[in-house]
């Protein structure tokens, strides 16, 4: 199953035209031609967040587009936009004698109560003619059928770029693990080194005592406080931690579908691993490699959160 970007545009566009309407009272068909626009952009969103911009003539569309843009998305913040061009095929509209007719009636009355209004022009009748003529290409067959074919081609969009993704973080993974395999042979090595230390400093503390200590004491004592400290300082629960996380996220990418929220929680556990591999770390190879993990995890991190 491919891993879904919530990122991704797509759109379509319908041609049509009235020509097979009903003739006027002249006998004349409009002609009228026009194009249907559907597009869909998303971006990044914890939750699935639908807001539309549709012309009035289509807001009555919009329960049904909400319906199946929630039917084929599950998370992002989606932008529906929908848009209505509409012209004659000629320059010129003929308007019909019915609406020269009812432009003279209108016109009287609003003559016997205006008496100084200004008389319609052609131009102004022409403008009028476009108008009415427009208004008979209904669109409304085929606005689902379209936004189908736009969410069709929004989920691929948002395929490729979720496959995009995925290759970056499994590159990501595998850095990550190169430098947990760098980790491991420190893990030994350092607690060895400052168990030495202790005893070094017991050895040191020993010459510059009178011996008033039984000497066994003063080691036993060091022997304590020096196992202590390669506890504080063992990392080696936080490497395994943090291979298991990355086996957990490697899985998910492979298996895909809606992983975005699991790999989210991921990369925190990832995280804090990391933070507190170096807030132990008595070496400073150590804490190059914390510093280097948190910048690949804070990078995966931002690609996770596009994820869906």
């Known amino acids: 199953m491919p891993v879904y970007s919530m990122t991704g545009y797509a759109s379509a566009q319908h041609n049509g035209n009235n020509g097979n309407v009903p003739a006027d009272a002249d006998g ?27 012309p009035d003539d289509l807001r009555s ?18 932008e529906v936009r929908a ?8 320059e010129i509209s003929d308007p019909s004698s019915r609406l020269l007719q009812r432009l003279n009636i209108v016109q009287d009355g609003i003559k016997a109560w205006l008496p100084a209004a200004a008389s319609l022009s052609v131009a102004d009748v022409i403008r009028i003619a476009n108008n009415d ?4 290409i209904d669109w409304s067959p085929f606005v689902l059928e379209l936004a189908q074919q736009v969410l ?18 499994n590159g990501h993974l595998d850095q990550l693990r190169k430098l947990v ?5 420190l893990i030994p090595q350092l607690v060895e080194q400052n168990r030495q230390r202790f005893l070094n400093r017991w050895k040191e503390a020993m010459a510059l005592t009178d011996n008033s200590v039984p000497p066994e004491a003063v080691m036993d004592r060091a022997l304590t406080e020096a196992t202590a400290f390669a506890i504080r300082i063992d990392v080696a629960e936080e490497i395994t931690r943090l291979g298991a996380h990355l086996d957990e996220i490697g899985r998910l990418l492979q298996k895909g579908g809606e992983v975005g929220k699991r790999l989210d929680f991921l990369i925190q556990e990832l995280h804090r691993e990391a933070n507190t591999l170096g807030s132990k770390s008595a070496a400073l190879e150590l804490t190059h490699i914390s510093v ?13 959160q596009n994820l869906e």
């Open 292 to 304: 280097d993990m948190k910048v690949l995890i804070e990078q995966m991190r931002e690609q996770v």
């Open 28 to 54: 004349k068909t409009t002609g009228m031609t026009g194009q249907l626009g559907l597009e869909i952009r998303s971006v990044n969103s914890r939750f699935l967040d639908i807001s539309f911009r549709l």
């Open 61 to 78: 569309f919009e329960p049904a587009l909400r319906e199946l843009v929630q039917g084929r998305l599950k998370r992002g913040k989606v």
């Open 152 to 169: 069709q081609g929004l989920a691929a969009a948002r395929q490729r770029e979720g496959e995009r993704l995925t290759t970056m973080l």
């Open 83 to 90: 848009f209505i061009e509409s012209r004659n095929t000629s």
């Open 181 to 185: 395999q760098q980790a491991i042979p």
């Open 133 to 136: 003529n427009t208004q008979r």
